[in-house]
């Protein structure tokens, strides 16, 4: 055999080879479908509250190592109208697959009440805020810790589709969409083999790609201790879980100016451990160009200093001829007058030191909105005595953590919604209300006056529009253009006179029970535990009001109305 012979067997066996190669590669990333790639899934159907305990249980010690459950809802739609949730599915990690059949049990049980509001464990899936939503309304149940897995996606770069996409992306399993098995009888006597296995696999999936996407984003494969079961804690804190925790996910394209509003940043700990990443959005007209704290110092007349201010506050002072510049660099201005009170203790000093112009959350100084930590819809409700010095609950966000920190206070909305008995705007309680009788009138008065122009209503349509124009206004025979245009300005929304505002009902509740004081606690407890915040100013307190106020009430400067709205006694 010559040399040039010998090269193309030689040659011919290597392509042979990785071609071979090839083949393999390429079946091994070949999608599959679901029913192949999760056969090894243990599905447990629950009809009945006593077997929920046991099944709790197992599913509580099976994520005990990670805090995240897949999660997942079905129901049935009746012409058009969603029934209450007939079917809830979670899922672990390892395929331990819990099917709820809620529509038999005809309620949520205490065990699984508890894990769905255990803000420990996250319950993960694509758009599962929207099912807890429906959770609450259908069965009085306050889901806590859910996590779109959009958000995650996103972070790492990939497409925000949904769990089929996703699934098909990232894990190379196919699901099975097709209409007749998701519109399918969820509420029926007995589920189908398939559509228990469908159900299984939407909540599995879930989980599969979130620990994908976790792993993904620290690029340094599966955790030791996030398996072995070490280092809970650090699982619990991971700071790119807790920033998404029960926020609704908006995806690109219903957002126009995503490219420029949603940024990620990274700041790497020197640890190596801790990352934090911030989704940047634009507030034009929000974000504070100019420092909100000067740290200008105000002066007693002897000289002791009452507290910080900006610098206009305090040239007020010099221009009214009340006070005297004792130096510029820093600017220090001394009354002219005794003030009518000078702080004590600890509630004093926090008015004395000074205030970094920086996000209390995560440091950033490149742009602060003001984050009234207690939100006016509340404060504006507070008896007089507590809104003096409210400064103590004005703090600096950078866009990021503000945009954050609203979405994240709709949890406490909605807990003082329920406890107080006072509805939220959005769950249909609004101040206004549109009539749907006169919008009908309306569109039609407006499709006439418009459509006539252009020749193209058939005759059928146009009869059918002036027919209920003519409903409405019984004292004409005929449709007149006039009328047209009268009944193209018929007004559609109207005062609700049942409306009450909802911080107002809250405000009226804490006053006739536990006192003012305490839903100023909850909303500075709710801020903390939320955003958990890195640089809070010194001395900033859950109690500051409380410790204030006491002193006042100690001094005989506290009527017993006061003390009553207020909770507070000595």
Known sequence: MNMSKL?????????????????????????????????YLSIE???????????????????????????????VTEQGKRQPIALLQLSTYDGYCVLFRLNLIKSIPKTLQDLLEDESIYKVGVAPKDDARYLTQDYGVYMKGTLDIRHLARLCGYEDGGLATQSKSLLGIVLDKTWRIRCSDWAAEELSDRQVKYAAADAHVAIKIFVKLINDYHKGGIFPWFWSGHGNGCWKDLIVCKRYVDVPYKSKRNDKNSDKSHRIK???????????????????????????????????????????????????????????????????????FEPAGRYVGDVGRYYQLTKENKCVVCGGQDSYIRKNVVPREYRKYFPEIMKEHSSHDVVLLCASCHQLSNMLDRTLRERLAELCDAPL???????????AVCKKIRSAARALLYQSRKHVLPEARRKELEAVILQHYLQHETVTEELLKEAAEIQVVFENEDYESHGHKVMEY???????LRLEELWREHFLKSMQPQYMPELWSLKHNEERLTVRLKEGRLSDEDQRLLGLSV
């Open 7 to 39: 090269k193309i067997s030689v040659t011919s066996a290597v392509a042979l080879g990785c071609a071979g190669i090839t083949y393999v590669v390429l079946q091994r990333i070949k999608p599959k479908n679901a029913e192949d790639a999760l056969n």
């Open 45 to 75: 159907i629950i009809a009945s509250e006593e077997a929920c305990s046991q099944a709790i249980i197992k599913l509580r010690r099976k994520c005990s190592g990670h805090h995240a459950i897949g999660f997942d809802c079905e129901w």
């Open 266 to 336: 990274e700041k790497e700990a020197k640890n190596g451990k801790e990352i934090k990443e911030l989704d940047q959005k634009r507030y034009p007209h929000a974000t504070r160009s100019k420092p909100l704290y000067h740290n200008c110092f105000l002066e007693a007349p002897d000289g002791e200093l009452l507290c910080t201010c900006d610098n206009q506050k305090a040239m007020w002072y010099v221009e009214k001829e009340l006070a005297d510049v004792v130096s510029k660099e820093p600017l220090k201005v001394r009354l002219r």
């Open 425 to 435: 705007s959005s769950h249909g309680h609004s101040r206004l209300t549109e009539d």
């Open 510 to 516: 804490f006053m006739k029970n536990e006192g003012v």
